[in-house]
């Protein structure tokens, strides 16, 4: 089944069912489980650990171990757009740290943050791997690659002006 | 960047480079921009997406073949740009000369490469299987299934020379036997596309590019060892190699060349994907393992190895992409053919993503063999900045700095690994003066102390020490003895961690420290950055003469540091500033210096 939810919404039990049976047959598939629900819902809601846990018979604790083992789950939930901030090597020396500055005054969100007004979650990576374009971003899964200064502040602010919705990771 | 392409119908073809780089530069409004031109002019061309054309300093690109064959690259293309393209090239029959990569240009970049993991990047249609049939796709498992026992392939894999492209460069075909000889009916194939290195984008590239020659190995490796079912576990990061990979392989089902009976054939063969979650530990093939699995991704001790026990205990095979890239090729040509190429120990190519301040950043294949220099140089164009080549960062954060002064040396796997970096997967960063090799061990410490899973005690610990170090360093409270605690615990790290990770975090400080010991003390006792990087070590000012005060380093500083009238030139005051160098970023004038 193809689960349509907006991201924001209330995470419901049938919806989680839906996505644990429709992988429990594979071993292994607590992690494609956590991606599907996080793409549904933008983030793991702490509450769906539970109920997945007694779908799969796995205990929460395990599940939880997994959440926060890996950087890519989130337990809080995310702002209208995301942004991936590019700290791989190419961009670390072309100013990554700098980029990451102008995007905490445009965006009101310092890295790992979700600005005040829910429009922006700002967020670190390694390496976007397009490391020819550094410095680079991605924004709402697409990448801006050769930035200047003004060019995020362009970029940002017409985001706000079109207030698109995040498609989720 | 390739071989000529097969005319079809005597018509032009166009490709625009659409891998991800491309993208990012604005390659999709290029190509509809050319679709609707081609249509409003009623032309019958062949507009066609391709992957990643290796020239990412030019991107977007555009490749166009007229009727009678041959390339003209054209570079930087915009869409405003294609009406006059179509215009006078397609239509006039003239070359756009002053939008067009020179031939002299593409043969310096070329002359030095040789491509066979790359042999259809920039050339075919990642998403249309038919493309990769033209060009012999699927012709090698043919042979293989059709000609070949699955010792004759493992023996044709050993011959050739090839050695693990993911970094550690064991022989493929001795790792293949492994597998092979190890007891059970049910075995695995696993493609390590989880390329976490920062600073490294060949394995994005080449499954953005060429998903279907990846496939074609793992179906070559999956019928050599025995096993039927497949891994490929990439990372979530890139969701076009993702797409383009869920496009080829139901492309590749419908044509029976995987599932149940390939191509007729006695030999099963099933492969799913798996994403990553963002842990740079599952590169390393036991934590791979795990993750797939469903659990926290944490190596565990060898032996067993994964040719033993596995993926749910099962034999194992765990290849890299650019090692599986290779496959296809070496079954079709021998093992003479590609071993042909390349040095005594490190045969065929290697793939490398070239970045950071060179000229000409790109995807390049080069045979082992070739010396840095020429890489640089004669590939890369020199430094982009114009100031002088520093160093060369390889194998990202497991590997090391190689400074110009060895710049000669050979890239096979033993001479790098002699200089105290490794192989790697193919990461080469380029560094110019103006980068603080004390600030670059410090990147990468932070980088896999970040990443450590935590189970080792040396690891988890021992790298946050050495990165407590590093910082106090960098923010000029480095003292005496520094330097040999750092080489304290660096021994210590590499000797009682279990995997990888930890045998090779210190690597990056190592070699920073072996050629570059000069600028850590001066870090230490001098308290000074001499490539002026280093935050707590340096200070901006105005330059009065430059500053015509328009007042734009004043808008962007974030600490109000910066103050003056219009039109006047502006001061910053050195107790606010937060020295973050984005004055430095703005100023179009070069009115900012760093002291």
Redesign the interface.
């Known amino acids: 089944m193809v689960v349509e939810i907006s991201v924001g919404e209330k995470p419901s039990f049938a919806v989680i069912d839906a996505i644990v049976h429709k992988h429990n047959v594979q ?6 489980v ?2 599907e629900i996080q793409d549904a819902y933008g983030y793991v809601p702490p509450v769906t650990i539970q109920r997945i846990a007694e779908n799969m018979g796995i205990p929460a604790s395990e599940i939880f ?2 959440v926060t ?5 989130r337990l809080e939930p995310i702002g209208k757009n995301l942004i ?1 901030v590019c ?4 961009c ?2 072309s ?1 990554a ?2 980029i990451a ?2 995007l ?2 445009a965006t009101g969100a310092e890295e790992g943050e979700t600005s005040q007004d829910g429009m922006f979650t700002v967020e670190q ?10 410095p ?1 971003i991605m924004l709402n ?6 930035l ?3 060019a995020i502040s362009k970029t940002v602010s017409q985001v706000k002006e079109s207030e698109t919705l995040t498609p989720a ?1 | 960047m390739m071989t000529l392409s097969k005319k079809k119908n005597g018509k032009w073809v166009i490709r625009v480079g659409l891998a ?2 491309g ?3 604005g390659g999709k409004k290029v190509y509809d921009t050319f679709r609707t031109k081609l249509q409003d002019n009623g032309l019958d061309v062949e507009l066609k997406q391709t992957g990643c054309m290796g020239m ?2 030019n ?1 977007v690109l555009v490749d166009i073949s007229p009727p009678e064959g041959g390339h003209v690259f054209y570079k930087h293309v915009t869409p405003e740009q294609v009406e006059r393209i179509v215009a006078e090239h397609l239509i006039g029959g003239k070359p756009v000369n002053e939008w067009v990569i020179p031939a002299d240009a593409l043969d310096s970049l070329l002359a030095k490469q040789k491509r066979i993991v790359l042999r259809n990047c920039g050339e075919i249609d990642p998403e249309s299987i038919s493309d990769y049939l033209d060009v012999g796709g699927y012709k090698a498992i043919e042979k293989a299934l059709n000609s070949m026992s699955p010792q004759g392939v493992i023996d044709e894999i050993t011959e050739s020379g090839l050695r693990g492209r993911g970094g550690a460069g064991f022989p493929t075909g001795v790792k293949w036997g492994f597998a092979r000889k190890s007891p059970g009916s049910q075995k695995y194939i696993v493609c390590n596309a989880d ?7 060949m394995d ?1 590239s080449v499954l953005e590019s060429d998903p279907h020659s990846v496939i074609e190995g793992m179906l070559i490796a999956g019928y050599a060892i025995g096993a039927t079912e497949g891994f490929i576990y990439v990372r ?4 076009l190699a993702i797409h383009r990979l869920e496009i080829a392989l139901a492309q590749a089902g419908e044509r029976g060349l995987i599932g149940e009976g390939v191509l007729g054939c006695n030999f099963d063969f099933n492969i799913s994907i ?7 530990v599952c590169g390393e093939e036991t934590a791979l393992m795990m ?7 944490m190596p565990r001790f060898r032996p067993p190895f994964p040719a033993q026990s596995g993926l ?1 205990g099962k034999p194992t095979n765990i290849n890299n992409v650019e090692t599986l890239a290779n496959i296809a090729w070496i079954i079709l040509h021998g093992a003479s053919a590609f071993n042909a190429c390349g040095t005594d120990k490190s045969k065929g190519t290697k793939v490398f ?5 060179v000229a000409h ?2 995807l390049i294949e080069v045979p082992m063999g070739i010396t840095l220099r020429e890489i640089v140089f004669d590939i890369g164009g020199g430094t982009s900045s114009g100031l002088e080549f520093k160093a060369v ?1 390889m194998g ?1 954060p497991s590997g090391g700095i190689i400074p110009a002064s060895l710049a000669d040396t050979p890239v096979d796997y033993d001479s790098v690994n002699a200089t105290g970096a490794i192989m790697g997967s193919g ?1 080469l ?1 380029v ?1 110019d003066e103006s ?1 603080c090799m004390v600030d ?1 061990a410090r ?2 410490l932070n ?1 896999t102390q970040d ?1 450590s ?1 935590g189970k080792c005690t040396f690891c988890r610990i021992g790298t946050l020490r050495m990165l407590e170090t590093l910082e106090r360093i960098t923010s000029g409270k480095g003292e005496e003895g520094d330097l040999e605690l750092l080489g304290e615990l660096a021994q210590g790290i590499k000797r009682a961690s279990l995997c990888g990770l930890g045998q090779t975090a210190p690597n990056p400080v190592l070699t920073t420290i072996r050629y570059f010991r000069d600028e850590y003390e001066k870090h230490i006792y001098e308290k000074k950055c001499p490539a002026r990087k280093c935050q707590a070590l340096i200070t901006y000012e105005i330059i009065a003469d430059k500053c015509p005060g328009c007042g734009l380093c004043a808008k ?1 500083c ?1 600490s109000d540091a910066i103050s003056g009238e219009r039109k006047k030139p502006h001061t910053i005051d050195p107790e606010k500033c937060i020295r ?3 004055c430095e ?2 100023c179009r004038l070069g009115a900012i210096s760093v002291h």
């Not at chain 1, 700290?87 to 190419?90: E, I, R, S, W, Y």
């Not at chain 2, 390329?195 to 984008?201: L, M, N, T, V, Y």
């Not at chain 2, 979530?236 to 969701?239: L, N, V």
């Open positions: 071993p292994g598939s607590v992690i494609p956590l991606q171990g997994i083992f890996y950087s890519q789950f991936k700290h791989g090597t190419a670390h020396l100013g740290e700098r500055h102008i905490a005054q990576v390694a390496c976007l791997g397009c490391c020819s374009l550094a680079c899964g697409e990448v801006h690659g050769r200047t200064l003004e990771e | 991800s780089c993208i990012a530069a990412c300093y991107e390329e976490g290195d920062p600073g490294a984008f994005r979530a990061e890139y969701p798996r994403q990553g979650a963002g842990a740079f993750s797939i699995e469903g659990k926290r991704g749910w993503a070239l970045a950071g301040k950043g790109g960062q990202g990461g960063i560094m980068a670059i990147f990468f980088f990443e899973c962007y974030p973050c160098g984005l970023s703005v």
